[in-house]
């Protein structure tokens, strides 16, 4: 049975504790790595060999959004993610997708960043990120913001004590979606 890893931020932590750590993807073993704040750039590399050690065909990757500041530039993110997905592509996994930065609303613990300056670092990081890797970058589109999110306006939503179909739920679908469409091939 082929191997998915889940690697990135506090939305696949948020993820794996709101699936028990089960896609539920049909003949696919996932396995989850996913630590609040991360950023790429000061990646914990036991962290990347622990997920590479799976020996995953498949890698998930959701960073960057923790690296935006009011000092980042979209190039360097951009690059450092790429720099992520060439160090699984190099351990052997067959696909990389790589998820687009979703928007937030909240930016107390960044000093000086604004919504504004946040959306335009975004925005031009997801175009760098669509153009290199096409049919492997996953966008959220079924996710609205400020709706779909908790009220730090910066986490998705998880309770279903607002809708039943919450925005953890839109997240994980997509990623399903994602994952089983590659199955069928």
């Given amino acids: 049975m082929p191997t998915l890893i889940l690697y990135g931020s506090s939305y696949i932590e948020r993820l794996r504790c709101h699936c028990d750590g089960d896609l539920c993807i049909s003949g696919v073993n996932t396995v989850f790595f996913g630590r609040g704040g991360l950023r790429t750039d000061r990646m914990d590399q036991r962290f990347v060999r622990q997920a590479i050690a799976t020996g995953a065909e498949?890698?998930?990757?959701?960073?960057?959004?923790?690296?935006i500041s009011s000092t980042s530039t979209p190039r360097e993110i951009f690059?450092?993610?790429v720099e992520l997905v060439s160090t699984f592509n190099n351990a052997g996994m067959k696909?990389?997708?790589?998820?687009?930065?979703?928007?937030?609303?909240?930016?107390?613990?960044v000093p000086g960043l604004t919504k504004e300056a946040y959306?335009?670092?975004?925005?031009?990081?997801?175009?760098?990120?669509h153009k290199k890797f096409g049919k492997h970058f996953v966008q959220f589109k079924d996710n609205k913001y400020p709706t779909d999110y908790l009220q730090d306006l910066v986490n998705i939503q998880t309770s279903e004590q607002?809708?039943?179909?919450?925005?953890m739920k839109k997240y994980m679908s997509r990623i399903r979606r994602t994952i089983a469409s590659t199955q069928k091939h």
């Fill in 162 to 167: 607002i809708t039943v179909n919450t925005g």
């Fill in 79 to 81: 690059e450092r993610i």
């Fill in 58 to 67: 498949f890698a998930f990757l959701h960073v960057g959004g923790n690296d």
């Fill in 95 to 109: 696909e990389v997708w790589v998820a687009e930065m979703i928007t937030r609303g909240n930016f107390s613990k």
């Fill in 119 to 129: 959306e335009c670092q975004r925005i031009r990081i997801n175009q760098f990120l």
